[in-house]
Every structure is written in C-alpha cells, then in structure tokens.
C-alpha cells in the first residue's frame, strides 16, 4: 500500500498530513511512531490526519498523533497548517473554516494574498482554563509554586483544552533536562506540556518547550498560547503577547471581551511524498 502526504511545519512544529477524504490510515498510533522517527521514517513531530466532518457544526475534522504514537487534543501550529492544506489545495475555498478536534471547534481565519496564497492564519484557541481537576491535581504539591507579580520564578498551570505549565526563568535551557521529569510528575494525571518562558522586552518572551509524547519540538501553538495567559495572569505583559520560540515568532491575544485566546502565525509547505507501507 502506498500513502501520498505532505510535510508541513507551523514555526518549526514539523507534522505528516494525510488527505483521509481520499485514503484511509488502518492504524494512526503506529503509522506516527514509524514515519515520524527521523533516522528511518520521513521524521517528524507526529502524523496529522485531515477529514470531513460528520456533524453539521464544523467543516473538517483534525486527528493528531504525538512522535511516541499517543493521541493529542490539539495541535495550534497543525490547525494553521490544515487551513493552508485545505485552501491551496482547492479542497475548500472558505477563508473562514471550522475544524473539529477533540478539545472542540477552533475556527481558522485564512489570511490570503493577492496571489491566492495562505499567508498566515488566525486560531480561535477558545477559553484557557487554569484549574481542571482532571489535568492538574492541586492536593499534590506542584513542581513549583504559582505566583504573581513581575519579580521572581513562578510557575502556573493552564489548560488550552491540553495541559501545559508555564515556568518563567532567565533559563530556558533547563528544557532538556527537566522538561521530561516534569512531563510526567504525578501533579499532571495526564503528562503535562512544560513550557520555559524568558522576558526579553516589553510583551516579548522567549520560550522553549518540551510536549508531552514528543519531547523537545521548535514551537508549540497551544504552548505560546498558555505562556502567554500566564504571562497576563501573573502581571508580566498586557493582553497583546509576542511569543519567541526556536522555530519562528506566534503572536497571541487574550480578548478580554470573549475570554478567548487568538493565535496568528505561519504555515509552510515543506514537500509532499508517497511512501510504500
């Protein structure tokens, strides 16, 4: 069997996207572990799947699964993606596109070109949470304690439908060695997305990120999206935040009026392929 796919990446955030309108993927788990290993797969950060949507409410499905072969809730560099596959594509000609995943309906708005390209896309992220008992247990003792206020380490916890914890440090490279021990702390029931964020000047951080189920990747939508309703909620930036990741920049708004959180970044083709299954 043959599967056709494309490389994209959103900042970085490297994925396999598979058309499933045309072809079928007997097991999604297995197929992400084998094609995303990059010595002997395509290599990625995990595999995307692209579908139709069976209910009324929404226009597309998205399905992503992590480099480890585990399920993600959602994906907010894949989303970007998917609404540049979906209208460079011709499978749809809607700027404005409402994709299924399983934390909800985000609602993608294309910002086109003259020339018909997908220049950037906008994702309604929806409403952060910053207690969920089912993602984050409070009567456990928290790697590090939440804080407010501009001065000092502090840690919180938010969830964009996926579990992440921000720390803000002047060291971002502690990813790499406590990035996986904090991914699977007892505090998170469902592993955790761990996020290093730096202040470099007004509303910027620079952020490094280790995601649960794929380690260290060069950007995280949902997590540039949780560093920065935690930056808000601690005092450190106003509601406008420009998040500085190892794969490119993503700029997010907390509206205050809807509580709902709104990422615009980029989407690029990297190629497309077939491999032999």
Same mark, same amino acid.
């Given at each position: ?28 788990? $297995? *197929?992400? #572990? &084998?094609?995303? %290993?990059? +010595?002997?797969? !395509?290599?990625? =950060? ?108 502090? $840690? *919180?916890? #938010? &969830?964009?439908? %996926?579990? +992440?914890?921000? !720390?803000?440090? =002047? ?107």
């Amino acid at each position: 069997m043959k599967l056709r796919f494309s490389k994209m990446h959103g900042a970085g955030n490297d994925y396999i996207y598979v058309d499933t309108t045309h072809q079928t993927v007997a097991d999604p788990s $297995a *197929l992400s #572990v &084998s094609l995303s %290993n990059r +010595h002997t797969g !395509i290599g990625s =950060d995990g595999l995307v799947l692209i579908g139709l949507s069976p209910t009324p409410d929404a226009d597309f499905t998205m399905r992503i699964f992590n480099a480890d072969g585990s399920e993600a809730m959602m994906c907010g560099n894949a989303s970007r993606c998917i609404g540049k596959y979906l209208y460079e594509r011709r499978l749809t000609n809607l700027t404005t596109i409402r994709l299924k995943t399983l934390s909800g309906i985000k609602l993608l708005q294309l910002h086109v070109s003259d020339l018909d390209t997908v220049e950037s896309v906008t994702v309604d992220m929806g409403e952060p949470v910053l207690e969920n008992p089912k993602q984050f247990r409070t009567d456990i003792p928290a790697p590090l304690s939440s804080g407010r206020g501009a001065g000092g380490e502090a $840690a *919180l916890f #938010v &969830s964009m439908g %996926n579990p +992440h914890y921000v !720390i803000f440090t =002047d060291d971002v490279q502690r990813v790499a060695t406590e990035g996986p021990i904090l991914e699977t702390h007892p505090a998170f029931p469902e592993r955790c997305n761990i996020e290093f964020a730096k202040p470099i000047s007004q509303d910027t951080f620079r952020v490094r990120v280790w995601e649960r189920g794929s380690g260290i990747t060069m950007a995280c939508g949902t997590g540039a999206c949780a560093t920065a309703v935690a930056a808000i909620h601690t005092g450190r930036s106003s509601r406008h935040v420009c998040i500085e990741m190892d794969g490119g920049t993503l700029h997010i708004f907390w509206n205050e009026a809807d509580n709902h959180v709104y990422m615009t970044g980029p989407a690029t083709f990297v190629f497309d392929g077939e491999i032999e299954l």
